[in-house]
């Protein structure tokens, strides 16, 4: 029996108890001392009467949380399912517990590992905050040398990849190929693959695991090089491990024949600090994806394919090069007022404004204006910089969008920083998945270790018919015209007006059954005739 809303048929009174209260950490061990909590989270219980019965039930609270099983005594009759709790879309829905990244959207606050993510822009670099956020703690020297350089040992791909790449279209998009070669590196390692070697074979061999880590984050830039350089039809560079992790990316995107070619430092540091602000962010799609991916146990390889596949789309990696779309159409600082009222009056989209999570300023922001203004100097100020920065004043001193607490999150500036740098749009997404795969195998490597590990396996509600009878193929109602409707291609067009060894067109006709009646014969090949309106194959 599917069990009704909860909305429409309980109520419910909150109470807490603060002697109960606990305190919980956002952080993990670090060379400066324990982070602090930050906010007491109460326990207590939620007492639920239902409406329906009369009945009141106490539910535990945990760290602000209560468990969405415990809703399934919330019954009318003995043998119902139990009350659900319904969240489309994951609102309000939390299915881990998480020491990585800390986010506050109510006051613009984000922390992996308990440091501010300006702190860590400001004075870090994109390994050290990729061994942050995997091992928990900023590493000594000893242990950073033996990371970067396990990292950039792993830099290089097999041939085989190689081949499988240079087989792509010539105007393949750069992200499809970075997706399907990272699912194609699976088949390469199949001791990394639980499916074959075993369910707990991360659990048992940290070594085992730390292997897929370098060889990810070392192949990652490579393989996206590899996908721009195939973009523009010039021969894939190898990489160079003694240089810097970004230096080594850039080196191998613009590298023609030159021996002793080198990135300049300002463009290597500014791509640093894109890389460490997109590194993580709690969870997102991808992460999410990742995590629910992984929790099938299937190897790294597959999951980083999933994930990369989620930021692929345009509400997720791809927003910012929507909203370099919507500057283009602006065109002008004189158009903005004319472009802020179409947008109240719902004709047009504000791109790279508001945020699932932050109702303030989205702290990345403040990072990219500082990166925005170094790459500026270096290589010369865009244009859409100039309508980015007035539309922001004027769209954040505007009451309508203030009332909906609208303010630029990291795409408004990204997508103009990395088309400054010179990249085209399509790699945009690219850009993205590079940094975002050491929070992606961040989560992972936490999830593997976690007591509470389940498979994910959301439920739903039914609203669906029941108890449907089969009925004939002749006996059917006319089904809805677009069941099956496709577009022609130019071929299509032309083979609409053509036979194949005369054979007649006919629509598909089921084969006679018991449960089908015998239609009258088709007209033989020689009486038919064929319009030139008959549907294409």
Partial sequence: ????????????????????????TNGSPSNHGSPSSKKEKESGTLKITDSRTGKTYEVPIENDTIKATDFRKIKVKPDDFGLMVYDAGYF???????????????????????????????????????FLLIHGFLPDSNQFDTWNNKIMVHTFI????????????????????????????????????????????????????????????????????????HRIGRPYNNPINTLSYTENFLYMLDRLSENDYKPHPVLTRALDKLFIVHADHELNCSTATMRQVGSSLVDPYSCVAGAAAALYGPLHGGANEAVLRMLEAIGSV?????????????????????????????PRVGVLREVSEEVFALLGRNPLMEIAIELEKQAISDPYFQQRQLYPNVDFYSGIIYKSMGFPTDMFPVLFSIP??????????????????????????????????????????????????????????????????????????????????????????????????????
């Avoid at 015209?481 to 036979?499: F, N, Q």
């Fill in 1 to 24: 029996m599917s069990s009704p809303s909860p909305t429409n048929h309980t109520t419910s009174s909150h109470s807490t108890t603060s002697s109960n209260s606990t305190s919980t």
């Fill in 92 to 130: 309000n829905t939390a299915v881990c517990r998480s020491k990585i990244t800390y986010i506050d959207g109510e006051k613009g606050i984000l922390e992996y590992r308990g440091y501010p993510i300006d702190h860590l822009a400001r004075h870090s670099s994109f390994l050290e905050v990729a």
């Fill in 158 to 229: 097999h041939e085989n990849l190689i081949s499988l790449m240079k087989n792509f279209r010539y105007d393949a998009h750069p992200m499809g190929m970075l997706i399907s070669s990272i699912s194609a590196m699976s088949t390469f390692y199949p001791e990394a693959n639980p499916a074959l070697s075993g369910v707990d074979i991360y659990t048992k061999n940290k070594q085992l695991l730390n292997k897929q880590i370098f060889r990810i984050l070392g192949k990652m830039p490579t393989i996206a090089a590899c996908a721009y350089r």
């Fill in 334 to 362: 004189d158009n903005i007022p004319n472009f802020i009222e179409s947008v109240k009056q719902k004709k047009t989209r504000l791109m790279g404004f508001g945020h699932r999570v932050y109702k303030n300023y989205d």
């Fill in 436 to 537: 975002r795969c050491a929070g992606w195998l961040a989560h992972w490597a936490e999830m593997l270790h976690d007591p509470e590990l389940r498979i994910f396996r959301p439920r739903q509600v039914y609203i669906g018919k029941h108890n449907q009878s089969y009925v004939g193929v002749d006996e059917r109602p006319h089904p809805p015209t677009d069941a099956a409707a496709s577009y022609k291609s130019d071929m299509s067009a032309r083979r609409a007006v053509s036979e194949v060894g005369n054979i007649p067109k006919t629509v598909f006709k089921l084969p006679e059954t018991t449960f089908t009646k015998t239609k009258k014969k088709v007209d033989s090949p020689a009486t038919t005739t064929t319009s030139s309106s008959s549907p294409p194959p």
